[in-house]
């Protein structure tokens, strides 16, 4: 009898992706000791994004296209289509994927081995990015996780996410039930992460990376660094937009445990509401000066 092979649901969110996708696809193709299938959204583009995928597709039986036409506005909006429409159910595990990194070729088979050795219901890790320089920087997200951390951060990008079924089963409840609210929150990695700690499901943030991090200037999120970064930061905190995205996300995975609402409740939680010191400190210097 040969070893059963993890079976992975890849859900691949595109939008305008033609210049990067088929790089992309061809290394998700490339997972060592697994069985996978690629479902692939791809947003209404104004290149030919998606006429690639189907081309890719009829040569690779593995890769599933959806529905075109819609859209969507977003990724994370798009990811709530690929997680509502996918019937997931028959698999081992849930990955998802972004249209322009590039995977190692063991990272699924890590990230199910981690799963499995852990017994954890999800997995995340770091990241490497690259830019069209040669410049290269680790983006470390594992650091030890904090009781309250997933109310203002995800576990780090969404493109290193592999999950198990059940419990994403039971996200996918949670996104049908509550449809309306769920769309107006704009980082789908955050809400997962969010709902998996709230479940007290276990999550392990893997220090090593197994993803190549595409930056450019048509990122949607990146990785966040720099000084203009800064602002646009100080820009979202200065229109309300981040209590928003925070109460919301709060309200959709039922939170209890901490007012979020109240700036006070976050000064006295404040050891608990991020994973790096600096953040700490950051977020307690906002609500401290009212800007919560």
Not at 123 to 130: E, T
């Amino acid at each position: 009898m040969g070893q059963i092979l993890p079976n992975v649901a890849v859900l691949l969110a595109a939008y305008n992706g033609s210049a990067f996708i088929e790089e992309q696809l061809q290394s998700i193709l490339r997972q060592q000791s697994v069985r996978l299938t690629i479902y692939i959204s791809v947003d209404l583009s104004s290149d030919d994004c998606y006429q690639r995928c189907c081309d890719f597709a009829k040569k690779h039986p593995q890769i599933i296209m959806l529905a075109y036409g819609q859209k969507f506005g977003g990724a994370a909006a798009n990811f709530y289509r690929l997680i509502k429409d996918v019937d997931f159910s028959d698999f081992d595990y849930v990955a998802l994927a972004d249209q322009d990194d590039i995977w190692l070729d063991d990272k699924l088979l890590t990230a199910c081995t981690k799963l499995e050795q852990g017994n954890y219901h999800a997995y995340s890790g770091n990241v490497l990015a690259f830019w069209p320089d040669g410049r290269e920087l680790l983006i470390n997200k594992a650091l030890p996780q904090r009781k309250y951390d997933y109310l203002f951060e995800a576990a780090g990008p969404g493109c290193t996410y592999v999950l198990r079924t059940e419990p994403m089963m039971l996200f996918k409840d949670l996104l049908q039930g509550k449809w309306p609210q769920a769309q107006q929150v704009i980082l789908h990695d955050w809400f997962i992460y969010a709902f998996f700690r709230a479940s007290d499901l276990s999550w392990f943030i893997d220090p090593d990376y197994k993803l190549l991090y595409r930056q450019h200037p048509d990122n949607q999120v990146g990785i966040h660094k720099g000084w203009q970064a800064s602002i646009k930061r100080l820009g979202l905190l200065h229109n309300g937009w981040c209590k928003q995205q925070v109460v919301r996300v709060s309200s959709l995975i039922n939170e209890h445990h901490m007012d979020v609402h109240s700036r006070w409740s976050i000064l006295k939680n404040i050891s608990q509401l991020r994973r790096r010191f600096r953040d700490r400190c950051i977020l307690f210097f906002i609500a401290f000066c009212g800007l919560y």
